[in-house]
């Protein structure tokens, strides 16, 4: 079965444009959740969306938005970026097993860097 | 405010020397605490899932344990290789995690370890 997939790998953007990144769960996973890591913070939750659905969002401003496909397949757009968004996005995805609990594989990640 | 809070920051070991990494949490109630592990580059891989009742769990010559009672775990690497060199990531799950709860996940910073030849 093949894993997260997330593209573009890297990017460099200028500030004040927008940027649109993807990713491509483990066929059969319905739950994609994105997260942002850089050295001063770790890993902070943006969102999960579950069928399409956002069910949860992280404490980050509007600027950062995101959207999933019939097909599961999720994309975060940032607008107006700030040199503060430079880092590594990454998606995982998530099923739910027995007991309540889940298991969720991350993606490579997509680095991106704000100049 | 929940926290988790790892130590050492970074560790530099030979390689075939043993090592611990700490976790301490402030969570509660928690259903289970994963430890991860990051190439640089690469996203988390999991190595370990502990629930609560659980005191220990080996994946290989990595072996987790927790202490509820203390709210501590650690991650004890045997016989470390270069292939460790590595960030590892402590999160602790909230109860009925999946669904509506995947935003309540709390990370710790990481420890980055380095293995010398």
């Known amino acids: 079965k093949a894993g997260v997939t997330q593209t573009p790998r890297y990017l460099i953007k200028t500030r004040g444009q927008q940027v649109t990144l993807s990713c491509s769960p483990i066929?059969?996973?319905?739950?994609v959740s994105w997260y942002q890591q850089t050295p001063g913070q770790g890993l902070q939750f943006l969102f999960e969306?579950?069928?399409?659905?956002?069910?949860n969002k992280g404490n980050f401003p509007g600027r950062f938005s995101g959207r999933q496909f019939s097909n599961s397949r999720s994309e975060m757009n940032v607008s107006t970026l700030e040199l503060g968004d430079s880092a590594l996005y990454l998606c995982?995805?998530?099923?739910?097993?027995?007991?309540?609990?889940?298991?969720?594989?991350f993606g490579p990640g997509t680095r991106l860097t704000v100049t | 405010k929940n926290q988790v809070e790892q130590s050492p920051q970074s560790l530099i070991i030979l390689e075939g020397k043993n090592c611990t990494l700490q976790?301490?949490?402030?969570?509660?109630?928690?259903?289970?605490l994963r430890w991860y592990k990051q190439d640089t580059g690469r996203g988390p891989v999991s190595l370990t899932i502990?629930?609560?009742?659980?005191n220990t769990k080996s994946n290989g010559r990595y072996t987790a344990t927790l202490d509820a009672d203390t709210k501590q775990s650690s991650l004890h690497i045997t016989a470390s290789q270069l292939s460790d060199s590595a960030s590892y990531i402590c999160?602790?799950?909230?109860?009925?995690?999946?669904?509506?709860?995947?935003?309540?996940?709390?990370f710790g910073q990481g420890t980055i370890l380095t293995v010398h030849p």
């Open positions: 995982a995805s998530s099923f739910t097993v027995g007991s309540g609990s889940y298991e969720q594989y």
């Open positions: 066929s059969g996973h319905r739950s």
């Open positions: 969306y579950f069928s399409e659905t956002q069910r």
């Open positions: 976790c301490n949490y402030t969570v509660s109630p928690f259903s289970n």
């Open positions: 502990m629930t609560f009742s659980e």
């Open positions: 999160v602790v799950v909230p109860p009925n995690a999946g669904g509506t709860s995947y935003g309540k996940l709390t």
